[in-house]
């Protein structure tokens, strides 16, 4: 466990990510952001949205966008419906 902290903490992917801009949080949430708005829909299923972002953002994998989703629903930008799909904050 040690090791995975100690890995993260060295890649500080909250503010910034020089060496990998697209790896930094905001730059993750905001191309999550982008997607969402796009949608037609109210609310999407996690992995549709993931296939929709993939589209644009094809160097950042599912668990740097699962991290991404995290950032959001910390901050209070997107919530789950009762079915788990992802929709944004009014």
């Not at 500080?12 to 790896?23: D, G, H």
């Not at 993931?50 to 209070?76: R, T």
């Amino acid at each position: 466990m040690d090791s995975l902290i100690a890995k993260y903490w060295k890649d500080p992917m909250i503010i910034s990510n020089l060496s990998a801009p697209y790896k930094s949080l905001y730059v993750i949430g905001a191309n999550i952001l982008f997607v969402l708005r796009s949608l037609e829909n109210m609310s999407v299923d996690p992995l549709e949205l993931f296939e929709k972002f993939k589209i644009s953002n094809e160097n950042v994998s599912l668990a740097y966008f699962n991290f991404g989703l995290d950032w959001l629903y910390m901050v209070g930008a997107i919530e789950l419906t009762e079915s788990g799909d992802i929709k944004l904050c009014s």
